[in-house]
């Protein structure tokens, strides 16, 4: 079973809807999440940490975090054609290394 | 100024050769990673190093070898390219568990 768990996708919306993007992970000690946004080529840009239950917003963008049910997921409201991008979970379980998923593909069609 | 730079960022290399990526980072940050990056296989950990006297074996060191020269600066060298070694690398530092990415190198092994 793989640690963080991503649906690679890609996942379509038209733009301005809601993209809502899912991630879950196996270790039940992950201390803390993350999101990167990866353009193609490029390197990823860490744009949301999550660290307690809940929610956490930033902009267009809000973390969702349930520990009980071992899942994150990010939220992007109003999207873009420029939020076209790959988008890596990643969890820490408290060891400072980070374990990745392996991305979702998001297409935001205008 | 880039915070964390990485040089070759484009690197064409015959097998047997032996190769050296540079990471350089100003953020201040004591802790320092290498990644490669494959399509379909994420984002995987090589070595990372937490200070300066500090260095560890991710889980693909195989074949790679790496220095912390200074707490700015973290080297990856591989002593005899293979063609599977053909990659995107990425340095990444943290403070703490938030990491931030170079640009990235993109190295063929021919």
């Known amino acids: 079973q793989k640690e963080v768990e991503q649906n690679s996708g890609p996942l379509s919306v038209p733009e301005g809807a809601i993209a809502s993007l899912n991630c879950t992970y196996s270790?039940?000690?992950?201390?803390?999440f993350f999101w990167y946004r990866q353009y193609s080529g490029k390197s990823p840009e860490l744009i949301m940490s999550?660290?307690?239950?809940g929610d956490k917003e930033d902009g267009r963008f809000t973390a969702q975090l349930n520990k009980a049910s071992q899942y994150v997921s990010l939220l992007i409201r109003d999207s873009q054609p420029s939020d076209s991008a790959t988008y890596l979970c990643?969890?820490?379980?408290?060891?400072?290394?980070?374990?990745f998923g392996q991305g979702t593909t998001l297409q935001v069609k205008p | 100024d880039a915070d964390v730079t990485q040089t070759p960022r484009n690197r064409i290399t015959k097998t047997g050769k032996r190769i050296m990526l540079e990471c350089s980072q100003t953020?201040?940050?004591?802790?320092m990673y290498w990644y490669r990056q494959d399509p379909g296989l994420g984002l995987r950990l090589i070595y990372y190093?937490?200070?300066?006297?500090?260095?560890n074996k991710g889980e693909i060191s195989d074949g790679y070898s790496v220095s912390r020269q200074a707490q700015a600066k973290f080297s990856l060298s591989l002593e005899s390219a293979i063609p599977n070694q053909t990659a995107l690398y990425f340095c990444?530092?943290?403070?703490?568990?938030?990491?931030?990415f170079g640009p990235g190198t993109r190295l063929t092994v021919t």
């Open positions: 990444a530092t943290s403070d703490t568990v938030e990491q931030y």
């Open positions: 270790d039940r000690g992950s201390q803390s």
């Open positions: 999550i660290y307690s239950n």
């Open positions: 990643a969890v820490n379980v408290n060891t400072g290394k980070l374990i």
């Open positions: 953020k201040g940050h004591d802790r």
């Open positions: 190093s937490f200070d300066v006297k500090d260095i």
